[in-house]
């Protein structure tokens, strides 16, 4: 046999092997929230003498918790969690809105919207393309139309879907959207405020935020402008306290709308239990209604405080944190 065929079968062989090894690396499976490490070589089986410890659940996504039950996502596929973090309603939607006024909006690979109780007993049929929490005793829904309206707790259509979208009741009235401009309605389905608004959220503590002229300000009930509509962005009243931005950058206002912390933040959140989340350098800590920062900036995520503590993420791991900076890891 010639040298150079001898040559061409051994850099065959060698280029096989090489592929044979590049494909065995790529059989390695992401595991969610957990580092991906080299495929080790095959060693014999061994019998273990005891039963290895269970790794507490990772979920790729774990919302707050609303009525004693929080939504989970693995992989592609909602649930819910108790206060244990036992799963109670396993993971088969494609989707799911918290719990609200003892039901939850979920939805099926079809995509269709129905609404479920804590045992996950089907309550309102899957037959609607969105759907929104019940508040006040209605939830927003939307028909294969593409048209909102509203329903009570026994699926009757009490508000026809005739809007081009809505939002929750709160204080007697929800933002409607028809014909690209934002107005209110009442639970009769009374137009109490006119459809004039690019935007507008459900009211809170008296005054709901609207946008008009591309500037975010407030109203009150009767549509009258409390706060100007002069910020980039704003968000409902919690706790007394709303964020707005300006320049890109986001503080907190009063009622009066005098701002009582400064536009100095690059995100935040609304008041909880007295605390606010904030975010710099991509790092999130919380503030006290003065402006001072009580939970130093070092989280990756937060969410608010609930019962005295609030969830926190940092390096890969999740727990919670208390309104002394003490933590406690999952």
């Known amino acids: ?11 065959t062989l060698l280029f096989l092997g090489s592929i044979e090894t590049f494909a065995q690396k790529q059989i390695v499976r992401r595991v969610p929230n957990e580092s991906v490490v080299p495929q080790k070589q095959a060693q ?3 019998t273990p ?21 929080a939504r989970v996502c693995n992989d592609y596929d909602w649930g819910f969690i108790d206060k244990s973090g036992t799963l109670v309603i396993p993971f088969k939607y494609t989707n799911a809105r918290s719990f609200h006024e003892g039901l939850a909006a979920v ?3 079809n995509g269709r919207y129905g609404f479920i109780d804590k045992s996950d007993t089907e309550v309102i049929p899957f037959k ?16 294969p139309n593409g048209r909102y309206g509203f329903i009570d707790k026994s699926g009757t259509e009490i508000i026809p879907c005739k809007y081009g979208n809505a939002r929750d009741f709160s204080e007697g009235l929800a933002p409607i959207g028809l014909f690209g401009k934002w107005g209110f309605i009442d639970k009769s389905g009374t137009e109490i405020i006119p459809c004039k608004y690019e935007d507008a959220d459900s009211f809170s503590e008296g005054l709901a935020n609207v946008c008009l002229n591309y500037k975010w300000g407030f109203i009150d009930k009767s549509g009258t402008e409390i706060i100007p509509c002069k910020y980039d962005w704003a968000f409902s009243f919690s706790e007394g306290l709303a964020q707005i931005r300006l320049n890109g950058k986001w503080g907190f206002i009063n009622k009066s709308g005098t701002l009582v912390i400064p536009c ?4 935040s959140g609304s008041f909880s ?11 999130y800590g919380f503030i006290n209604k003065s402006g001072t920062k009580v939970i130093p900036c070092k989280y990756d995520l937060v969410y608010s405080f609930h019962d005295g503590r609030a969830r926190v993420q940092l390096n890969g791991k999740y727990g919670y944190v208390n309104k002394s900076g003490v933590e406690t890891w999952d």
């Open 1 to 11: 046999m010639k040298k150079s065929t001898i040559s061409i079968i051994l850099l």
């Open 107 to 109: 939805s099926l690979p």
């Open 44 to 46: 014999p089986t061994k």
């Open 49 to 69: 003498t005891h039963h290895a410890p269970k790794k507490k659940r990772r979920y790729d996504c774990l919302d707050e918790y609303s009525e004693g039950l």
């Open 128 to 143: 609607y393309t969105n759907a929104r929490s019940f508040h006040e005793g209605l939830a927003a829904v939307s028909l």
């Open 264 to 267: 100095k933040y690059d995100g």
């Open 273 to 283: 239990e007295g605390l606010a989340q904030i975010r710099l350098n991509d790092k």
